[in-house]
T-cell receptor
Framework: DVKVTQSSRYLVKRTGEKVFLECVQDMDHENMFWYRQDPGLGLRLIYFSYDVKMKEKGDIPEGYSVSREKKERFSLILESASTNQTSMYLC??????????FGSGTRLTVV | DQQVKQNSPSLSVQEGRISILNCDYTNSMFDYFLWYKKYPAEGPTFLISISSIKDKNEDGRFTVFLNKSAKHLSLHIVPSQPGDSAVYFCAASAPLSQGGSEKLVFGKGTKLTVNP
């Protein structure tokens, strides 16, 4: 069965820290995505990647960057964490023509 | 500009009754629609989908109806169970553009509470 693994379920970081959120999928999917979920705002796309080393900005890329050096791994980077980046972060992967498989999410708190 | 809208942030129903969750979209290029279910502190899980060539798809207690002329879809859960209490997201997909990926566009979600 399809599996998307996010490295941490809960993280607490300090303002100004550089934060790495890791996501690994085991399905040889081309497309991978990072979303954040906030109450009342739904799922908002931060970045996505449709191949190794390829990335595109989503709807809210400010304050974030991504890295995709290998097909199975898609990393989200908070260059300098701020309190308004406290959120639930969700990684997903997708084979073209089918829906997403999501990871379990990372609840990030920036203090 | 919200392309996928779930106008009801919350819905409460009694166990055993029908739950109807609604979703409207504005982009006529959307050709594939999905519903995801999300429990707190977990990632969303796929529930059911429908292609624009159909107007109904059924899977057990879950049925999705698509009205293309109204740009509206709905998820029916019959009978509703307390374990169905979750946030439900509607999502839509447009065809691949050259060199692009199939991004899903999500609504903001509807929180369903099924009372025992």
């Amino acid at each position: 069965d399809v599996k998307v693994t996010q490295s941490s379920r809960y993280l607490v970081k300090r303002t100004g820290e550089k934060v790495f959120l890791e996501c690994v999928q085991d399905m040889d999917h081309e497309n991978m995505f990072w979303y954040r979920q906030d109450p009342g705002l739904g799922l908002r796309l931060i970045y996505f990647s449709y191949d190794v080393k390829m990335k595109e900005k989503g709807d809210i890329p400010e304050g974030y960057s991504v890295s995709r050096e290998k097909k199975e791994r898609f990393s989200l980077i908070l260059e300098s964490a701020s309190t308004n980046q406290t959120s639930m972060y969700l990684c997903a992967s997708k084979v073209q023509g089918y829906g997403y498989t999501f990871g379990s999410g990372t609840r990030l708190t920036v203090v | 500009d919200q392309q996928v809208k779930q106008n009801s942030p919350s819905l409460s129903v009694q166990e055993g009754r029908i739950s109807i969750l609604n979703c409207d979209y504005t982009n006529s290029m959307f050709d594939y629609f999905l519903w995801y279910k999300k429990y707190p502190a977990e990632g969303p899980t796929f529930l059911i989908s429908i292609s624009s060539i159909k107007d109904k798809n059924e899977d057990g207690r879950f049925t999705v109806f698509l009205n293309k002329s109204a740009k509206h879809l709905s998820l029916h859960i019959v009978p509703s169970q307390p374990g169905d209490s979750a946030v439900y997201f509607c999502a839509a997909s447009a065809p691949l553009s050259q060199g692009g990926s199939e991004k899903l566009v999500f609504g903001k979600g509807t929180k369903l509470t099924v009372n025992p």
